[in-house]
């Protein structure tokens, strides 16, 4: 007995390897032959048997590269004397590198792994899916704040094989089928997910700055000479106005033009240059000098108009949105504009055409300091000035951009500068080229404009 035994004791001790050979054959033209090499390396310390059910038994060394699992556990059951029942459901292959690891840990990893796990029924081990070895269980819960419709998908990834989950909106409830161990981990899961959600008051401040200056000057004069029969004056055709007269027997006659250039003196004489600025009521000023001599007539009158506007707008539009929700607040104004028909009789549609200020916003609390926020801010504004087939063009400013907040800080998304200069000159070709005499042949304009659009946003998240 005492040889016997150290017999089994050098056995137990020594280096063990084997090799499993898998041959499949396959008639095609031919039988092709596929070989699949598993080696398996265990490397028990001294000592005695590792078959106690009650045991965490002894450490062991183990190198495997994808293998397939229920050859793994046949060949642990044969060489630790294991009497070991694999179910069929145990499948998979698994890549396996442990060093001084007690067996029934190792086989516990292993097992858990690939979603299995192992019962000890006397000397005998059965393998089979986990939690199949428990009963199943209805859990039932109230969710509070979330929906129990988006949770559904959530829930799931917790959930056994064997599990199920249903929800029912008008309850606000979620019904669970599954064993206890899969219960658990829902109910811990609920307790992270199924709270309240923040609100954030989301305010936005758009300004508009906008200056705007034109000058323009002009001149208007127009010229007579009578000389006899001889009459030099601004072109034109017809008669008018008082223009000096000429006395044949007892008719006395007055020929006179109408101005080609559209406009004629005080004094009557048709004006050799129109060149005015645009003067009117409440706007610019003008001058004039007039000569009446017996056969001379001379116009002038300088009119002149300087502008200048400054205009702000602020637009302060703000929204409360739940966390990681999107919010739309939008106001505007909108025109109808005709469109008319293309066929004789139809009757004349219309369209319309909005001018809107709006903004879009997702926040995102990232903590309970920082804020996550996704923005869209435009800004619509009709131009009366500028028409487009009798209708309106309209000028849009957008800003879309991701930034992170501070709680309560104010901060400046965007800026949208413009700045439009224009200058144009009207004249008589040649002669308002002249240095200095030219200004008595055209008339000049400058206008400069300039526009700046500034976007603040303020997050705050709102405290219960």
Do not use: C
Not at 45 to 57: I, T, V, W
Not at 210 to 223: D, F, H, K, P, V
Not at 395 to 421: C, F
Request: hydrophobic share 40%.
């Amino acid at each position: 007995m005492m040889q016997s035994r150290k017999t089994v004791m050098r056995k137990t001790s020594s280096v063990m390897r084997f090799g499993i050979i898998q041959l499949q054959a396959k008639l095609v033209t031919h039988y092709a032959l596929r070989i699949t090499l598993l080696l398996l390396l265990f490397t028990p310390p001294l000592g005695g048997s590792l078959s106690y059910a009650d045991e965490k038994g002894a450490p062991i060394n183990m190198e495997l590269r994808d293998v397939e699992l229920s050859d793994v556990l046949r060949a642990l059951g044969q060489e630790h004397r294991i009497n070991i029942i694999i179910d069929e459901k145990v499948t998979g292959k698994v890549t396996v590198s442990l060093r001084n690891v007690p067996l029934w840990d190792a086989i516990d990893s292993i097992l858990k792994g690939k979603g299995f796990a192992y019962i000890k029924e006397g000397n005998v081990v059965r393998v089979i899916s986990a939690g199949e070895d428990e009963d199943l269980m209805t859990y039932t819960a109230t969710v509070k704040y979330a929906n129990p419709k988006d949770l559904e998908g959530i829930i799931a990834k917790v959930l056994s094989k064997r599990g199920s989950i249903a929800s029912d909106l008008k309850s606000n409830m979620i019904v669970i089928r599954d064993i206890p161990s899969a219960i658990e981990r829902v109910t811990q899961l609920l307790k992270q997910v199924d709270v309240k959600t923040k609100q954030i008051m989301i305010e936005a401040k758009i300004v508009e700055v906008s200056t705007n200056a034109s000058r323009e000057l002009g001149i208007q004069w127009g010229a007579m000479y009578r000389s006899g029969d001889v009459y030099v004056h601004g072109g034109g055709a017809g008669t008018v106005g008082a223009l000096p007269t000429k006395t044949t027997g007892t008719d006395t006659r007055t020929t006179g033009t109408t101005p080609l250039t559209g406009g004629a003196g005080f004094g009557g004489s048709a004006l050799n240059v129109n060149l005015p600025a645009a003067v009117g009521l409440g706007s610019g000023g003008a001058i004039g000098i007039g000569i009446l001599a017996k056969n001379v007539i001379l116009d002038l009158q300088i009119s002149a108009l300087e502008t200048q506007g400054n205009a702000k707008t602020l637009s302060n539009p703000k929204v409360m949105v739940l966390d990681n929700q999107e919010a739309y607040i939008k106001s505007g104004t909108g025109i109808l504009i005709p469109t008319l028909p293309t066929t004789a009789g139809a009757a004349v549609t219309y369209t319309e055409k909005e001018a809107l200020l709006q903004l879009k916003v997702t926040p995102r609390v990232i903590n309970d300091d920082q804020i996550s926020l996704k923005i869209l801010t435009s800004r619509d504004v009709f131009d009366f000035s500028l028409l487009s087939q009798g209708s309106p063009t309209r000028n849009t400013r957008e800003t879309q951009t991701n930034l992170i907040v501070k709680n309560g800080e104010t901060i400046v998304i965007g800026g949208i500068y413009t700045e439009t200069e224009a200058e144009s000159e009207g004249g008589v070709p040649l002669l308002s080229k002249i240095p200095i005499l030219g200004w008595l042949f055209k008339k000049e304009f400058k206008k400069k404009d300039k526009t700046e659009l500034l976007i603040f946003i303020t997050p705050r998240i709102k405290e219960d």
